[in-house]
Antibody
Framework: VQLLESGGGLEQPGGSLRLSCAASGFTFSSYAMSWVRQAPGKGLEWVSA????????YYADSVKGRFTISRDNSKNTLYLQMNSLRAEDTAVYYC?????????????WGQGTLVTVSS | QSVLTQPPSASGTPGQRVTISCSGSSSNIGSNYVYWYQQLPGTAPKLLIYRNNQRPSGVPDRFSGSKSGTSASLAISGLRSEDEADYYCAAWGDSLSGPVFGGGTKLTVL
Protein backbone atom coordinates (compact mmCIF):
# COMPACT_ATOMS: atom_id res chain seq x y z
CA VAL A 1 0.00 0.00 0.00
CA GLN A 2 1.28 3.43 -0.94
CA LEU A 3 -0.34 6.80 -0.37
CA LEU A 4 1.35 9.87 -1.84
CA GLU A 5 0.01 13.34 -1.04
CA SER A 6 0.68 16.45 -3.08
CA GLY A 7 -0.66 19.97 -3.52
CA GLY A 8 0.49 21.61 -0.31
CA GLY A 9 2.15 25.00 -0.21
CA LEU A 10 1.85 28.58 0.95
CA GLU A 11 -1.51 30.27 0.55
CA GLN A 12 -2.92 33.55 1.83
CA PRO A 13 -5.82 33.69 4.29
CA GLY A 14 -9.07 33.42 2.39
CA GLY A 15 -7.42 31.53 -0.45
CA SER A 16 -7.91 28.00 -1.76
CA LEU A 17 -5.81 24.88 -2.24
CA ARG A 18 -6.55 21.41 -3.52
CA LEU A 19 -4.69 18.47 -2.05
CA SER A 20 -4.36 15.15 -3.85
CA CYS A 21 -3.51 11.68 -2.59
CA ALA A 22 -2.49 9.03 -5.12
CA ALA A 23 -3.15 5.51 -3.87
CA SER A 24 -1.70 2.19 -5.00
CA GLY A 25 -1.31 -1.36 -3.78
CA PHE A 26 -4.95 -2.00 -2.89
CA THR A 27 -8.40 -1.87 -4.50
CA PHE A 28 -8.95 1.84 -3.95
CA SER A 29 -12.68 1.89 -4.68
CA SER A 30 -13.37 -0.72 -2.00
CA TYR A 31 -12.15 1.38 0.90
CA ALA A 32 -13.06 4.57 2.68
CA MET A 33 -10.39 7.23 2.86
CA SER A 34 -9.74 10.09 5.22
CA TRP A 35 -7.69 13.22 5.79
CA VAL A 36 -5.99 13.87 9.12
CA ARG A 37 -3.96 16.98 9.87
CA GLN A 38 -1.27 17.97 12.34
CA ALA A 39 -0.49 21.60 13.12
CA PRO A 40 3.20 22.36 13.75
CA GLY A 41 4.22 20.91 17.11
CA LYS A 42 0.65 19.80 17.83
CA GLY A 43 -1.37 16.60 17.88
CA LEU A 44 -3.46 14.82 15.28
CA GLU A 45 -6.86 16.10 14.18
CA TRP A 46 -9.29 14.18 11.98
CA VAL A 47 -10.52 16.39 9.14
CA SER A 48 -12.76 14.45 6.79
CA ALA A 49 -13.68 11.00 5.49
CA UNK A 50 -15.36 9.60 2.38
CA UNK A 51 -16.84 6.21 1.56
CA UNK A 52 -15.41 3.93 -1.08
CA UNK A 53 -17.96 4.89 -3.74
CA UNK A 54 -17.86 8.55 -2.77
CA UNK A 55 -21.52 8.58 -1.80
CA UNK A 56 -20.99 9.52 1.85
CA UNK A 57 -18.68 12.10 3.33
CA TYR A 58 -18.13 13.56 6.78
CA TYR A 59 -16.31 16.57 8.15
CA ALA A 60 -14.93 17.88 11.41
CA ASP A 61 -16.82 20.94 12.66
CA SER A 62 -13.65 23.01 12.23
CA VAL A 63 -13.71 22.62 8.43
CA LYS A 64 -17.39 22.00 7.65
CA GLY A 65 -18.60 24.31 4.91
CA ARG A 66 -15.06 25.24 3.83
CA PHE A 67 -13.46 21.92 2.84
CA THR A 68 -14.76 19.32 0.40
CA ILE A 69 -13.50 15.75 0.18
CA SER A 70 -13.88 13.82 -3.06
CA ARG A 71 -12.36 10.90 -4.92
CA ASP A 72 -11.82 9.68 -8.47
CA ASN A 73 -11.80 5.90 -8.34
CA SER A 74 -10.78 5.69 -12.01
CA LYS A 75 -7.56 7.51 -11.08
CA ASN A 76 -7.13 5.96 -7.60
CA THR A 77 -6.92 9.47 -6.21
CA LEU A 78 -8.37 11.21 -3.16
CA TYR A 79 -8.81 14.98 -3.02
CA LEU A 80 -9.36 17.70 -0.45
CA GLN A 81 -10.57 21.05 -1.76
CA MET A 82 -9.77 23.68 0.85
CA ASN A 83 -11.50 27.06 0.55
CA SER A 84 -11.62 30.14 2.79
CA LEU A 85 -8.34 29.10 4.34
CA ARG A 86 -7.44 30.39 7.79
CA ALA A 87 -4.16 30.62 9.66
CA GLU A 88 -5.34 27.80 11.92
CA ASP A 89 -5.53 25.48 8.90
CA THR A 90 -1.72 25.51 8.76
CA ALA A 91 -0.69 21.88 9.20
CA VAL A 92 0.73 18.77 7.63
CA TYR A 93 -2.17 17.01 5.93
CA TYR A 94 -2.07 13.20 5.82
CA CYS A 95 -4.31 10.99 3.77
CA UNK A 96 -5.08 7.65 5.34
CA UNK A 97 -6.97 4.50 4.46
CA UNK A 98 -9.99 4.36 6.76
CA UNK A 99 -12.73 2.03 7.96
CA UNK A 100 -16.18 3.54 8.60
CA UNK A 101 -17.17 0.46 10.59
CA UNK A 102 -14.23 1.06 12.94
CA UNK A 103 -13.97 4.82 13.59
CA UNK A 104 -10.40 5.62 14.60
CA UNK A 105 -8.94 2.86 12.43
CA UNK A 106 -6.41 4.28 9.98
CA UNK A 107 -4.25 1.37 8.83
CA UNK A 108 -2.09 3.12 6.22
CA TRP A 109 -0.89 6.72 6.05
CA GLY A 110 0.84 8.85 3.45
CA GLN A 111 3.92 10.89 4.23
CA GLY A 112 1.94 14.14 4.42
CA THR A 113 1.94 17.47 2.62
CA LEU A 114 2.47 20.81 4.37
CA VAL A 115 -0.10 23.58 4.02
CA THR A 116 0.89 27.01 5.29
CA VAL A 117 -1.69 29.77 5.46
CA SER A 118 -0.06 33.13 5.94
CA SER A 119 0.02 36.60 4.44
CA GLN B 1 -8.28 20.69 24.55
CA SER B 2 -8.65 17.13 23.24
CA VAL B 3 -11.73 15.05 24.03
CA LEU B 4 -9.41 12.18 24.94
CA THR B 5 -6.90 13.01 27.68
CA GLN B 6 -3.33 11.71 27.62
CA PRO B 7 -0.36 12.69 29.78
CA PRO B 8 1.88 15.00 27.73
CA SER B 9 5.00 13.03 28.56
CA ALA B 10 6.26 9.70 29.82
CA SER B 11 9.71 8.24 30.25
CA GLY B 12 11.56 5.07 31.08
CA THR B 13 14.92 3.39 30.88
CA PRO B 14 15.83 0.60 28.45
CA GLY B 15 14.24 -2.67 29.45
CA GLN B 16 11.59 -1.06 31.63
CA ARG B 17 7.84 -1.31 31.21
CA VAL B 18 5.93 1.92 30.71
CA THR B 19 2.23 2.62 30.37
CA ILE B 20 0.45 5.52 28.70
CA SER B 21 -3.12 6.30 29.66
CA CYS B 22 -5.99 7.68 27.61
CA SER B 23 -9.06 8.94 29.44
CA GLY B 24 -12.41 9.65 27.84
CA SER B 25 -16.11 9.37 28.54
CA SER B 26 -19.00 6.95 28.20
CA SER B 27 -19.80 8.33 24.72
CA ASN B 28 -16.36 7.73 23.24
CA ILE B 29 -14.02 5.23 24.90
CA GLY B 30 -16.78 3.83 27.10
CA SER B 31 -18.79 2.54 24.15
CA ASN B 32 -16.29 2.24 21.29
CA TYR B 33 -13.00 0.64 20.36
CA VAL B 34 -9.72 2.41 21.10
CA TYR B 35 -6.81 2.66 18.70
CA TRP B 36 -3.19 3.59 19.31
CA TYR B 37 -0.71 5.20 16.93
CA GLN B 38 3.06 5.65 17.11
CA GLN B 39 4.65 8.65 15.43
CA LEU B 40 8.42 8.53 15.20
CA PRO B 41 10.15 11.91 14.82
CA GLY B 42 9.58 13.42 11.38
CA THR B 43 7.41 10.57 10.12
CA ALA B 44 3.73 9.77 9.58
CA PRO B 45 1.74 8.03 12.31
CA LYS B 46 1.65 4.24 12.28
CA LEU B 47 -1.15 2.02 13.57
CA LEU B 48 0.07 0.23 16.69
CA ILE B 49 -3.05 -1.22 18.35
CA TYR B 50 -6.58 -1.62 17.01
CA ARG B 51 -9.85 -2.67 18.64
CA ASN B 52 -8.47 -2.02 22.14
CA ASN B 53 -5.84 -4.77 22.22
CA GLN B 54 -5.13 -6.16 18.75
CA ARG B 55 -1.74 -5.78 17.10
CA PRO B 56 -1.36 -5.44 13.32
CA SER B 57 1.10 -7.85 11.79
CA GLY B 58 4.64 -6.62 12.25
CA VAL B 59 4.03 -4.84 15.55
CA PRO B 60 6.14 -6.48 18.29
CA ASP B 61 4.32 -8.14 21.16
CA ARG B 62 6.15 -5.74 23.49
CA PHE B 63 3.26 -3.41 22.70
CA SER B 64 -0.11 -4.16 24.27
CA GLY B 65 -3.37 -2.33 24.73
CA SER B 66 -6.19 -2.56 27.23
CA LYS B 67 -9.44 -0.82 28.03
CA SER B 68 -11.51 -0.54 31.17
CA GLY B 69 -14.63 1.59 31.38
CA THR B 70 -13.87 5.04 30.00
CA SER B 71 -10.08 4.66 30.02
CA ALA B 72 -7.53 2.84 27.93
CA SER B 73 -3.84 2.13 28.29
CA LEU B 74 -0.91 1.35 26.06
CA ALA B 75 1.86 -0.69 27.66
CA ILE B 76 5.35 -1.04 26.26
CA SER B 77 7.56 -3.68 27.84
CA GLY B 78 11.27 -4.19 27.32
CA LEU B 79 11.62 -0.52 26.40
CA ARG B 80 14.07 0.24 23.59
CA SER B 81 15.63 3.47 22.37
CA GLU B 82 13.75 3.15 19.09
CA ASP B 83 10.45 3.36 20.99
CA GLU B 84 11.11 7.05 21.60
CA ALA B 85 8.17 8.65 19.80
CA ASP B 86 4.82 10.36 20.22
CA TYR B 87 1.89 8.07 20.98
CA TYR B 88 -1.75 8.90 20.26
CA CYS B 89 -4.98 7.20 21.24
CA ALA B 90 -8.12 7.51 19.09
CA ALA B 91 -11.78 6.58 19.34
CA TRP B 92 -15.14 7.53 17.95
CA GLY B 93 -15.96 11.12 18.82
CA ASP B 94 -18.98 12.50 20.60
CA SER B 95 -19.99 14.66 17.64
CA LEU B 96 -21.04 11.59 15.65
CA SER B 97 -19.18 12.87 12.61
CA GLY B 98 -15.82 11.23 13.07
CA PRO B 99 -13.05 9.98 15.30
CA VAL B 100 -11.10 12.00 17.85
CA PHE B 101 -7.50 11.74 18.95
CA GLY B 102 -5.90 12.24 22.30
CA GLY B 103 -3.44 15.08 22.65
CA GLY B 104 -0.49 12.73 22.39
CA THR B 105 2.20 11.51 24.79
CA LYS B 106 5.87 12.07 24.11
CA LEU B 107 7.81 9.04 25.28
CA THR B 108 11.44 9.58 26.18
CA VAL B 109 13.83 6.66 26.64
CA LEU B 110 16.41 7.80 29.18
Amino acid sequence: VQLLESGGGLEQPGGSLRLSCAASGFTFSSYAMSWVRQAPGKGLEWVSAISGNGGSSYYADSVKGRFTISRDNSKNTLYLQMNSLRAEDTAVYYCAKYDFSAPGYFDYWGQGTLVTVSS
Amino acid sequence: QSVLTQPPSASGTPGQRVTISCSGSSSNIGSNYVYWYQQLPGTAPKLLIYRNNQRPSGVPDRFSGSKSGTSASLAISGLRSEDEADYYCAAWGDSLSGPVFGGGTKLTVL
